[in-house]
Protein backbone atom coordinates (compact mmCIF):
# COMPACT_ATOMS: atom_id res chain seq x y z
CA UNK A 1 0.00 0.00 0.00
CA UNK A 2 1.08 3.47 -0.75
CA UNK A 3 2.16 5.48 2.59
CA UNK A 4 1.02 8.79 0.72
CA UNK A 5 -2.47 10.68 0.47
CA UNK A 6 -2.52 13.18 -2.05
CA UNK A 7 -5.98 14.95 -3.76
CA UNK A 8 -6.90 13.70 -7.26
CA UNK A 9 -7.25 16.14 -9.00
CA UNK A 10 -6.00 19.90 -8.69
CA UNK A 11 -6.59 22.80 -11.65
CA UNK A 12 -3.47 25.65 -11.94
CA UNK A 13 -3.71 28.75 -14.28
CA UNK A 14 -1.02 28.68 -16.53
CA UNK A 15 2.25 30.80 -15.59
CA UNK A 16 0.71 30.52 -11.61
CA UNK A 17 2.79 28.62 -9.04
CA UNK A 18 1.04 25.06 -8.94
CA UNK A 19 1.22 23.84 -5.35
CA UNK A 20 0.81 20.21 -5.28
CA UNK A 21 0.50 19.00 -1.48
CA UNK A 22 1.20 15.00 0.26
CA UNK A 23 0.74 13.63 3.36
CA UNK A 24 3.03 10.86 4.39
CA UNK A 25 2.23 10.82 8.62
CA UNK A 26 3.68 7.30 8.70
CA UNK A 27 6.92 8.24 7.19
CA UNK A 28 10.15 6.46 8.70
CA UNK A 29 13.12 8.42 9.81
CA UNK A 30 15.05 6.39 6.98
CA UNK A 31 13.04 7.35 4.21
CA UNK A 32 12.78 9.96 1.35
CA UNK A 33 9.89 12.09 -0.44
CA UNK A 34 10.38 11.46 -3.86
CA UNK A 35 8.21 13.16 -6.58
CA UNK A 36 7.69 11.69 -9.91
CA UNK A 37 4.76 12.86 -12.42
CA UNK A 38 3.41 10.97 -16.02
CA UNK A 39 2.15 12.62 -18.50
CA UNK A 40 -0.46 10.72 -20.28
CA UNK A 41 0.64 7.75 -21.83
CA UNK A 42 4.29 7.77 -20.76
CA UNK A 43 6.36 6.57 -18.30
CA UNK A 44 6.86 8.08 -15.08
CA UNK A 45 9.71 10.95 -14.64
CA UNK A 46 11.83 12.32 -12.04
CA UNK A 47 11.35 15.67 -10.47
CA UNK A 48 13.13 15.95 -7.17
CA UNK A 49 13.55 14.25 -3.86
CA UNK A 50 14.60 15.27 -0.14
CA UNK A 51 14.69 13.93 3.36
CA UNK A 52 14.12 16.92 6.14
CA UNK A 53 15.45 19.90 4.12
CA UNK A 54 13.77 21.76 1.63
CA UNK A 55 14.99 21.13 -2.01
CA UNK A 56 15.23 23.10 -5.31
CA UNK A 57 16.08 22.04 -8.59
CA UNK A 58 15.43 22.96 -12.57
CA UNK A 59 12.92 21.65 -12.00
CA UNK A 60 10.59 22.53 -9.52
CA UNK A 61 10.69 22.78 -5.42
CA UNK A 62 10.22 20.61 -2.50
CA UNK A 63 9.38 21.81 0.77
CA UNK A 64 9.21 19.49 3.83
CA UNK A 65 7.50 20.44 6.42
CA UNK A 66 9.65 20.16 10.14
CA UNK A 67 7.88 16.86 11.75
CA UNK A 68 8.06 15.14 8.48
CA UNK A 69 4.59 14.26 7.88
CA UNK A 70 3.63 16.31 4.63
CA UNK A 71 5.25 17.79 1.62
CA UNK A 72 4.55 20.15 -1.19
CA UNK A 73 6.01 20.39 -4.41
CA UNK A 74 5.88 23.43 -6.23
CA UNK A 75 6.00 24.19 -9.95
CA UNK A 76 6.92 27.84 -9.59
CA UNK A 77 5.39 29.19 -13.44
CA UNK A 78 3.37 26.32 -14.95
CA UNK A 79 2.98 25.91 -18.58
CA UNK A 80 0.77 23.21 -20.85
CA UNK A 81 3.34 20.83 -20.44
CA UNK A 82 3.15 20.31 -16.88
CA UNK A 83 -0.40 18.72 -17.49
CA UNK A 84 0.28 15.09 -15.95
CA UNK A 85 -0.27 12.67 -13.35
CA UNK A 86 2.33 13.63 -10.15
CA UNK A 87 3.18 11.06 -7.80
CA UNK A 88 4.10 11.49 -4.50
CA UNK A 89 6.64 8.39 -3.00
CA UNK A 90 8.41 7.41 -0.10
CA UNK A 91 11.29 5.41 0.16
CA UNK A 92 14.14 4.84 1.79
CA UNK A 93 17.19 6.34 -0.18
CA UNK A 94 17.61 5.13 -3.71
CA UNK A 95 20.47 4.80 -4.63
CA UNK A 96 21.98 3.41 -1.06
CA UNK A 97 22.69 -0.56 -1.67
CA UNK A 98 19.85 -3.18 -0.97
CA UNK A 99 16.59 -3.31 -2.58
CA UNK A 100 13.66 -0.85 -2.50
CA UNK A 101 10.59 -1.24 -4.45
CA UNK A 102 8.87 1.76 -5.83
CA UNK A 103 5.15 1.91 -4.41
CA UNK A 104 3.12 4.62 -6.56
CA UNK A 105 -0.03 5.66 -5.13
CA UNK A 106 -2.92 7.01 -6.97
CA UNK A 107 -1.32 10.72 -7.43
CA UNK A 108 -2.76 14.09 -8.09
CA UNK A 109 -3.86 14.98 -11.89
CA UNK A 110 -2.58 18.40 -12.42
CA UNK A 111 -4.67 20.12 -15.26
CA UNK A 112 -3.11 23.62 -16.07
CA UNK A 113 -5.39 26.17 -17.88
CA UNK A 114 -4.81 28.06 -20.44
CA UNK B 1 22.20 10.81 -18.69
CA UNK B 2 20.12 8.05 -17.32
CA UNK B 3 18.08 6.72 -19.89
CA UNK B 4 15.43 3.61 -20.31
CA UNK B 5 14.19 2.38 -23.78
CA UNK B 6 11.20 0.22 -24.33
CA UNK B 7 10.60 -2.12 -27.01
CA UNK B 8 8.11 -2.15 -28.82
CA UNK B 9 6.05 0.44 -27.93
CA UNK B 10 2.60 -0.53 -28.72
CA UNK B 11 1.65 -4.15 -29.74
CA UNK B 12 -1.52 -5.86 -31.12
CA UNK B 13 -1.76 -9.35 -30.88
CA UNK B 14 -4.31 -12.45 -30.94
CA UNK B 15 -5.56 -13.56 -28.19
CA UNK B 16 -3.74 -17.02 -27.53
CA UNK B 17 -0.05 -15.66 -28.43
CA UNK B 18 3.14 -14.82 -26.83
CA UNK B 19 4.45 -11.36 -26.52
CA UNK B 20 7.84 -10.52 -25.47
CA UNK B 21 8.81 -6.58 -24.19
CA UNK B 22 12.16 -5.46 -24.11
CA UNK B 23 13.71 -2.62 -21.53
CA UNK B 24 17.32 -1.71 -21.68
CA UNK B 25 19.23 0.58 -19.82
CA UNK B 26 21.04 2.56 -22.86
CA UNK B 27 23.84 4.48 -20.82
CA UNK B 28 24.38 2.63 -17.68
CA UNK B 29 23.90 -0.80 -15.99
CA UNK B 30 21.37 -1.88 -13.88
CA UNK B 31 21.73 -5.19 -11.63
CA UNK B 32 17.96 -4.46 -10.78
CA UNK B 33 14.69 -3.72 -13.08
CA UNK B 34 11.47 -3.21 -11.96
CA UNK B 35 7.89 -4.14 -14.18
CA UNK B 36 4.85 -2.10 -13.50
CA UNK B 37 1.46 -2.92 -15.07
CA UNK B 38 -0.96 0.53 -15.50
CA UNK B 39 -4.68 -0.19 -16.52
CA UNK B 40 -6.84 2.76 -17.84
CA UNK B 41 -6.84 5.37 -15.31
CA UNK B 42 -5.40 3.58 -12.73
CA UNK B 43 -2.07 3.86 -10.80
CA UNK B 44 1.11 1.94 -11.96
CA UNK B 45 1.15 -1.49 -9.90
CA UNK B 46 4.69 -3.43 -9.77
CA UNK B 47 4.51 -6.70 -11.02
CA UNK B 48 7.98 -8.10 -10.27
CA UNK B 49 11.65 -7.80 -9.33
CA UNK B 50 13.72 -8.28 -12.04
CA UNK B 51 17.69 -9.45 -10.84
CA UNK B 52 20.49 -10.23 -13.10
CA UNK B 53 21.57 -13.56 -13.35
CA UNK B 54 18.71 -14.91 -10.72
CA UNK B 55 14.88 -15.51 -10.93
CA UNK B 56 12.58 -12.56 -10.79
CA UNK B 57 10.17 -12.10 -7.70
CA UNK B 58 6.68 -11.59 -8.31
CA UNK B 59 4.50 -9.40 -6.55
CA UNK B 60 1.46 -11.18 -4.75
CA UNK B 61 -1.61 -11.82 -7.57
CA UNK B 62 0.66 -12.04 -10.16
CA UNK B 63 1.43 -15.13 -12.17
CA UNK B 64 5.16 -16.00 -12.68
CA UNK B 65 4.35 -18.98 -15.38
CA UNK B 66 2.26 -16.12 -17.18
CA UNK B 67 4.55 -13.40 -17.10
CA UNK B 68 8.20 -14.46 -17.85
CA UNK B 69 10.70 -12.57 -16.80
CA UNK B 70 14.24 -12.46 -18.06
CA UNK B 71 17.15 -10.42 -17.21
CA UNK B 72 20.24 -12.05 -18.90
CA UNK B 73 22.58 -8.67 -18.83
CA UNK B 74 23.35 -6.01 -16.84
CA UNK B 75 21.45 -3.75 -19.66
CA UNK B 76 18.26 -5.67 -20.66
CA UNK B 77 15.26 -7.45 -19.32
CA UNK B 78 12.45 -9.33 -20.87
CA UNK B 79 8.90 -9.59 -20.06
CA UNK B 80 7.05 -12.64 -22.11
CA UNK B 81 3.05 -12.01 -21.12
CA UNK B 82 2.59 -15.87 -22.69
CA UNK B 83 -0.92 -16.87 -23.92
CA UNK B 84 -2.03 -13.02 -24.12
CA UNK B 85 -5.78 -12.18 -23.51
CA UNK B 86 -8.04 -9.51 -23.59
CA UNK B 87 -7.98 -8.68 -19.59
CA UNK B 88 -3.68 -8.61 -20.15
CA UNK B 89 -4.15 -5.18 -22.58
CA UNK B 90 -2.46 -3.02 -20.62
CA UNK B 91 0.39 -0.34 -20.95
CA UNK B 92 3.43 -2.46 -19.30
CA UNK B 93 6.22 -0.14 -17.99
CA UNK B 94 9.87 -0.88 -16.80
CA UNK B 95 12.36 0.69 -14.45
CA UNK B 96 15.90 0.46 -13.66
CA UNK B 97 18.06 1.02 -11.08
CA UNK B 98 21.62 2.46 -11.87
CA UNK B 99 23.78 -0.16 -10.28
CA UNK B 100 26.95 2.32 -9.91
CA UNK B 101 24.92 5.85 -7.75
CA UNK B 102 21.39 4.33 -7.65
CA UNK B 103 17.87 6.11 -8.76
CA UNK B 104 15.13 4.99 -10.77
CA UNK B 105 14.73 5.54 -14.30
CA UNK B 106 11.46 4.71 -16.02
CA UNK B 107 11.25 3.22 -19.60
CA UNK B 108 7.99 4.80 -22.05
CA UNK B 109 6.04 2.30 -21.53
CA UNK B 110 4.61 -0.30 -24.02
CA UNK B 111 0.90 -0.52 -25.04
CA UNK B 112 0.09 -4.28 -25.29
CA UNK B 113 -3.51 -4.93 -27.09
CA UNK B 114 -4.75 -8.33 -27.21
CA UNK B 115 -8.12 -8.83 -29.68
Known amino acids: DAKTTQPPSMDCAEGRAANLPCNHS???????VYWYRQIHSQGPQYIIH???NNETNEMASLIITEDRKSSTLILPHATLRDTAVYYCIVSPLMNSGGYQKVTFGIGTKLQVIP | GAVVSQHPSWVICKSGTSVKIECRSLDFQATTMFWYRQFPKQSLMLMAT?????????EQGVEKDKFLINHASLTLSTLTVTSAHPEDSSFYIC???????????FGPGTRLTVL
Open chain 1, 26 to 32: TISGNEY
Open chain 1, 50 to 52: GLK
Open chain 2, 95 to 105: SARKTSSGGQF
Open chain 2, 50 to 58: SNEGSKATY
